[in-house]
């Protein structure tokens, strides 16, 4: 019976010991996401989406600076620098898609304006999570 309570204190402490040491890790934030820094195409959101639900459940507006991404975290802070001309916006991660191949992030009306990307419709980015 001594042997057992011995193992089973040994077991206990060593439980004891990874919970604390679980405690102080650091806890994985959006910019440790492999897709926090990235550099692709972006676009904009088309002038029909304005007032619907996103799949954030907030309904798109416009005017506000959001975007879509496809695996970040909603509620993630980008910056998107548009590198034709070197302009950048920030903008809160708070739906789903761009759903066309080849583009990382669809931005709204209002950022898209920001980057100088309205006339151009689509222009080359870089991302990176703040």
Known sequence: MNKLSSILQI??????LSLASCHHKAIP?????RNCHQTGIASF???KFNGRQTASGEIFDENKLTAAHKTLP?????KVTNLTNNQSVI?????????VAGRIIDLSKSAARKIDL?????VKVTIVCQ
């Open 11 to 16: 077991i206990l402490v060593i439980g004891l």
């Open 29 to 33: 934030s959006a910019s440790a996401d």
């Open 45 to 47: 959101y088309a002038d």
């Open 74 to 78: 909603f509620g993630t802070i980008v």
């Open 91 to 99: 903008v809160r991660i708070n739906d789903r898609g761009p759903f």
């Open 118 to 122: 309205i006339n151009a419709g689509v």
